[in-house]
């Protein structure tokens, strides 16, 4: 089983930046590593992914061109550089792993065996 614990939230204006980190600790995080946020009720949102072999991004629609995921081997950190904040990116984010998920599954979260605890990020308008 992989842990996993991320950091980086904070609270900040509409259009600065902030950057996630996600670091694993037990084993590697696997096959793809994906970060996801939530809003209170609502289902989690699929935000960016990675693969952790090859180093293949994918992104959600609301966030592309503005979030950048990456992946640090040598530290076994996943990063998610976020800029060009809006209001609406105000969510609890979590990063997630799983060492047999497959390509076509990385945007639901629930086929991500492993999560970390979740940080805050508070984008004010």
């Known amino acids: 089983q992989v842990q996993l614990v991320e950091s980086g939230g904070g609270l900040v204006q509409a259009g600065g930046s902030l950057r996630l980190s996600c670091v694993a600790s037990?084993?590697?995080?696997?096959?793809?590593v994906a970060w996801f946020r939530q809003v209170e009720d609502k289902e989690r949102e699929f935000v960016a992914a990675?693969?952790?072999?090859?180093?293949?991004?994918y992104y959600g629609d609301s966030v592309k061109g503005r979030f950048t995921i990456s992946r640090d081997k040598t530290k076994n950190t996943v990063s998610l550089q976020m800029n060009n904040l809006k209001s609406e990116d105000t969510a609890v984010y979590y990063c997630?792993?799983?060492?047999?998920?497959?390509?076509?599954?990385?945007?639901?979260?629930?086929?991500?065996?492993?999560w970390g605890q979740g940080t805050q990020v508070t984008v004010s308008s």
């Open positions: 997630a792993a799983d060492s047999s998920i497959i390509l076509s599954s990385i945007r639901f979260s629930s086929a991500y065996a492993n």
């Open positions: 037990g084993r590697t995080f696997g096959r793809y």
């Open positions: 990675i693969g952790w072999s090859g180093g293949h991004t």
